[in-house]
């Protein structure tokens, strides 16, 4: 067989896919096993999909992996901030939070993790917890009624454990 | 069925009668109306994306007549002011994304969004162009199509065809909303993913999206230049569509007005591809038997299809021996062409001869650049680009004077012809090969089981008796048909012993390089009725009676399969897996 010269580890990949079947109706599944995996779904693992798996291509596969907000193509931080951005959430001032964390950690253009790959940063849709608003989670943990000034010092923290 | 069985609806107030029908848009069209649609395609699956076919209907409000299955007793209304309305803002908003440089759209005159925009009236758009700064890049990668983003409507023709025709799924979505695209995987050229470049997502996109890419400017470098003759060459698909762009009824047969079109435009020397298209079945018939003697690498798999070669060296690099190793004849012709035609003809020469052939395919100019061909056919015009060029010229062609072509390689029988349509050439290698065997012609040269273009014939099989022996024939169109077939073989279950495929469906009178016949599935139908019949009434219907060929064979090439045949007419092909994982760096 000839050589792979991709980083990515197939033989993970090809343990989800026997799971599953490698039938096109688990697609998402595998997907979000996959990125269980990496934190994010590289290239080379869409490629792998959709070759393997028959009826799908990688182009198609990348087309699933786009149309969901849960997978994501680049590699998230140790952090990953979701900002909530629901109606409840929006009308009580998440943006200016948004802003300020934007502020605080500068992304090049497009971008939604930071150079240092330490902080990833995602707008997400009502998270359930209306009555705490504006939301935001960082990892698992829930931080209720944020303002900006809040949030800067709460990311100040983060970075200080990190010694930065 | 009794009267009382009838179904009928109402369409403009008009009782219309239906049966079997899947949708309004069908009624509407057997009623003689047509109605306006751009994801519409008779021969994918529907889909409903760009909301061009809503009609009124009474109680039931505005509804998309292309998935609306049809009822008794609906009262359709096709064309009132809301319909009028709503199609025209749907315009509006479709052209408010779209590069409205239409003067310098190679898609203008045939693109389905100027027609409707002119039609419903668009004449002011209330929403700014896209700036210059934000048009995406232009891929001109591809020998075969061109990709420009910036004209796509998101109709999802495109991704359709290449996952309903070919199994591949080159294009797909990228992304949602505001956001979606169309683009290869990661938007990749579409040189470097694993397209086969049929060119069937571009003969169904209805705007310049997606186009053929055109090569008419270096045919006119040549014809303006006295140092070099210019021959050219017609496939046989090419003759029974060509008229259409002229006014001509779809399956006409023009072949003798094409060749006097071409002498009008300058070329110097008129040949046939058919002419080769017998050269090519004595080649493939010769080898086929000698497999069948041998027992080995059969099934033999027809290789006229660069398409379908190409999704070979893709896809199943492992069973390339079972490809007839003869060249397609395109490539026959350009090769016996350099070869012989400065034997024939005087002032010609190998260096001052230049090969122009007329496909009704856009992979044949990606065949054309085979490294292993030696860029013996110099450049390829599709049937829509040498329209253009009479056209242009400003000639009449419906009132042209009917010439011959040129002899030798102008020549060819009723075999030859049929390689238009899925099913032709292995039904005209089979009348060789059967003589190759008994030394007689089949009785009856017909073999029916093997004709036929519509959906249901995409996969197609005829048994023969030849000395006892029982010969299966398989025939295939679009490659997802092939890849069944190529399956059964790879897991020992195959039971036939000939192979042919065409990669767009009902073969080259469906090809990209043919006048658009994506919104009428009965065009091809008449295409293949026009080949069928010159067949009927030519006077030698089989490759190997062809007094061209036999010459041929006679005075130079010997017998099929010669060292001369083999060196001039056989090709190789090998590995060429791109886009796979097995292509990543």
């Known amino acids: 067989m000839t050589e792979l010269k991709s980083s990515i580890d197939f033989t993970k990949i090809d343990k989800i896919l026997s799971d599953y079947g490698y039938e096109k109706t688990n697609l998402i ?22 070759d393997k798996i028959e009826g799908l291509s990688p182009a198609t596969v990348l087309g699933v992996a786009t149309f969901y907000a849960q997978f994501s193509l680049e590699p998230k931080g140790k952090y990953e901030i979701k900002v909530c951005d629901g109606t409840a959430c929006h009308v009580r001032g998440s ?45 698992e943990k829930v931080y209720p009624q944020m303002t900006p000034e809040a949030i800067t010092l709460i990311i100040d923290t983060l970075m200080k454990e990190e010694g930065r | 069925m009794t009267d009382s069985d009838k179904k009928t609806l109402f369409i403009n107030d008009i009782e219309v009668e239906f049966d079997k029908e899947k949708t309004i848009l069908e009624v509407a069209k057997k009623a003689g109306i047509e109605i306006p649609t751009f994801c519409y395609r008779p021969d994918l699956t529907q889909f409903g994306a760009c909301r061009m076919c809503v009609v009124e209907i009474e109680k039931r409000g505005i509804q998309a007549s292309c998935t609306m299955p049809p009822e008794a007793g609906l009262r359709v209304y096709t064309n009132t002011k809301k319909v009028r309305k709503i199609r025209k803002t749907i315009l509006e908003l479709l052209l408010a994304r779209h590069d409205r440089e239409c003067t310098m759209c190679s898609k203008s005159g045939s693109c389905e969004l100027q027609k409707y925009s002119q039609e419903y009236g668009v004449t002011n758009i209330s929403f700014e162009k896209i700036k210059e700064e934000d048009l995406l890049p232009i891929d001109t990668s591809s020998y075969s199509i061109q990709r420009d983003m910036n004209k796509c409507i998101l109709c999802g023709a495109c991704v359709r065809a290449c996952h309903e025709f070919q199994g591949l799924g080159v294009l797909d979505f990228y992304n949602r909303g505001y956001k979606a695209k169309v683009q290869t995987m990661a938007n990749k050229n579409m040189f470097d993913v694993d397209c086969v470049n049929c060119g069937q997502c571009a003969s169904v996109c209805p705007t310049g999206a997606l186009t053929v890419k055109s090569n008419i400017d270096c045919v006119y470098d040549f014809l303006g230049d006295r140092e070099i003759k210019t021959a050219i060459q017609f496939a046989p698909s090419v ?93 026959m012709l350009s090769s016996t062409i350099k070869e012989f035609v400065p034997k024939f003809y005087e002032g010609v020469t190998k260096e001052n001869l230049k090969v122009v052939s007329v496909m009704p395919c856009s992979a044949k100019k990606y065949e054309a650049k085979r490294e292993e061909l030696n860029g ?49 050439v292995a039904e005209a290698a089979v009348r060789t090969a059967y003589n190759m065997i008994t030394g007689k012609d089949l009785e009856n040269l017909d073999i029916v089981p093997l004709r036929g273009v519509d959906a249901a014939s995409r996969s197609k099989e005829a048994v023969l008796d030849i000395q006892g022996k029982k010969v299966k024939i398989r025939v295939v169109s679009t490659l997802i048909e092939a890849e069944k077939a190529v399956r059964e073989v790879k897991e020992g279950k195959a039971d036939f012993q000939m192979l042919e ?38 006077p030698i219907r089989n490759s190997h009676d062809n007094p061209e060929i036999k010459k041929l064979y006679k005075e130079f090439l010997e017998t099929p399969g010669s060292k001369l045949a083999h060196h001039l007419l056989h090709t190789t092909y090998s590995d060429k897996r791109k886009g796979s994982y097995l292509d990543l760096k």
């Open chain 1, 29 to 50: 599944t595998v997907l979000q096993k996959v990125q269980e995996v990496y934190k994010f779904l590289p290239e080379d693992a869409i490629t792998y999909i959709g």
């Open chain 1, 95 to 139: 943006l200016p939070v948004l802003e300020a964390i934007k502020e605080k950690l500068p992304m090049e253009n497009g971008k939604m993790t930071t150079k240092d790959g330490l902080f990833s940063v995602e707008t997400v849709s009502c998270l359930g917890a209306c009555g705490l608003a504006p939301v935001v989670v960082i990892n």
């Open chain 2, 239 to 331: 003759r029974v569509a060509l008229g259409e762009m002229f006014g001509l009824k779809a399956g006409e047969n023009s072949v003798k007005k094409m060749y006097a079109a071409a002498r009008k435009l300058g070329f110097d020397l008129v040949f046939d591809t058919n002419f080769s298209a017998d050269l090519t079945i004595m080649e493939e018939a010769n080898e086929f038997v000698q497999r069948v003697v041998k027992n080995e690498n059969l099934p033999i798999f027809t290789s006229c299809c660069p398409a379908w070669v190409r999704y070979m060296e893709l896809k199943h690099p492992d069973m390339l021996n079972h490809l007839s190793t003869a060249k397609s004849p395109q490539e």
């Open chain 2, 376 to 424: 013996q056919t110099d450049v390829v015009l599709t049937t829509v680009e040498f329209a253009k060029m009479i056209q242009a010229e400003g000639i009449d062609f419906k009132n042209l004077k009917e010439e011959e072509a040129n002899s030798p390689f102008g020549g060819y029988s009723g075999g030859a012809t049929i390689f238009g349509a899925s099913g032709g």
């Open chain 2, 501 to 538: 495929v065409m990669a767009c469906p009902g073969g080259c009178i469906n090809g990209a390089g043919q006048p658009i016949s994506c919104k009428d599935s009965k065009i091809k139908e008449e295409r293949m009725e026009g080949l069928y019949k010159e067949d009927k009434s030519l």
